[in-house]
């Protein structure tokens, strides 16, 4: 279907910023929204933020709201997870996903499509 590449992981201080790239390859024509995810070591993966793939629609999880935004560049289909003061319990494998239905936005399960996640780790 689609492969999505991640990138912009990295190590960083508390208080610091990252922002991270998804670029969609492939045909996106089905897409209708993309997610961040993440997944620390011992936990389940979590959502992060959801964006529409031609809408102007957003949403961030309640952990990262206020710290986080996503945003689009449809000329570069690509999405982008900004992430300010950074804590070090936002370390985790960050994971970009596309999916063809706005029904679970906020759970993995929602979603088609994966790519194989960048590192963030902030450091105390």
């Known amino acids: 279907q689609v492969q999505l590449v991640e990138s912009g992981g990295g190590l960083v201080q508390a208080g610091g910023s990252l922002r991270l790239s998804c670029v969609v390859l492939?045909?996106?024509?089905?897409?209708?929204?993309m997610g961040w995810f993440r997944q620390a070591p011992g936990k389940e993966r979590e959502f992060v933020a959801t964006i529409g793939w031609r809408g102007s629609w957003n949403s961030v999880g309640d952990s990262v709201k206020g710290r986080f935004t996503v945003s689009r560049d449809s000329a570069k289909n690509t999405v982008y997870l900004q992430m300010n003061t950074l804590k070090p319990e936002d370390t985790a494998n960050y994971y970009c996903a596309a999916t063809t239905s706005v029904v679970r936005l906020t759970r993995a399960a929602g979603y088609d499509d994966w790519g194989q996640g960048t590192q963030v780790t902030v450091s105390s």
């Open positions: 492939g045909r996106a024509s089905s897409i209708v929204a």
